[in-house]
């Protein structure tokens, strides 16, 4: 089962920040948080992971809380192609990846 | 760099019928993992493997599915006897060894007719 909880969906306008949030209370030191969006009809996208600290790429920004139990998921300027269902997991290494029912995210124009 | 690759992207088959779906992983990766997604549901795990050893299975369904990943080539997944419940993407994933990030290529989408 997945560890984490997610917004069942969002709205964002275009040109917006999205900020994308996931609980993981429960989740322990030597787990990893990461991110994975998944557009209709294509293979989920890897968007970005990170242990305690913030993260950045050309993608995302990814923020942990300083006790880890939830984290923020955002894509700065957000663009219709950005609309998809956004999986938040936790995992050690080793693990496999188990996917929740995510956020599903609309950017509207 | 090429992503995971997987083939065919669409296949129909009729009820009985064996269905192979192939994945060839990322340069430099030697795991493989499948996925499936049934209509409107969410990506459930199915197995993971490395060259020539099945790792993780337990999320295979106990009859008419297997998988391989042998020394040489692609990994297949096979369904045998394909039912109507079959239908479904499956998605291939590759990563460099078990602590690393998963890339999944883009599906192979069987119907079953």
């Known amino acids: 089962d997945a560890k984490t909880t997610q917004p069942t969906s969002m709205d964002c306008a275009e040109g917006r920040a999205a900020n994308l949030p996931c609980n993981h209370s429960?989740?322990?030191?030597?787990?990893?948080v990461y991110w994975y969006r998944q557009i209709h009809s294509q293979g989920p996208q890897y968007i970005i992971h990170?242990?305690?600290n913030n993260e950045t790429n050309e993608m995302a920004s990814l923020i942990i809380t300083e006790d880890r139990k939830s984290s923020t998921l955002i894509l700065p300027h957000a663009t219709l192609r950005d609309t998809a269902v956004y999986y938040c997991i936790v995992r050690v290494d080793g693990q496999n990846f188990v996917f929740g029912p995510g956020t599903r995210l609309s950017v509207l124009p | 760099n090429a992503g995971v690759m997987q083939n065919p992207r669409h296949l129909v088959r009729r009820r009985g019928q064996e269905a192979r779906l192939r994945c060839s992983p990322m340069?430099?990766?030697?795991?493989v993992y499948w996925y499936r997604q049934l209509p409107e549901e969410g990506l459930k795990f199915m197995v993971y493997l490395q060259k020539e050893n099945i790792i993780d299975e337990s999320g295979m369904p106990k009859e008419r599915f297997s998988a391989e990943f042998p020394k040489e080539g692609p990994s297949i997944l096979r369904i045998q006897q394909v039912v109507r419940g079959d239908s479904a993407a499956y998605f291939c994933?590759?990563?460099?060894?078990?602590?690393?990030?998963?890339?999944f290529g883009e599906g192979s989408w069987l119907t079953v007719v």
């Open positions: 429960t989740i322990s030191g030597n787990e990893y």
């Open positions: 994933a590759s990563s460099r060894g078990p602590g690393n990030t998963i890339y």
């Open positions: 990170g242990l305690k």
């Open positions: 340069k430099g990766h030697s795991h």
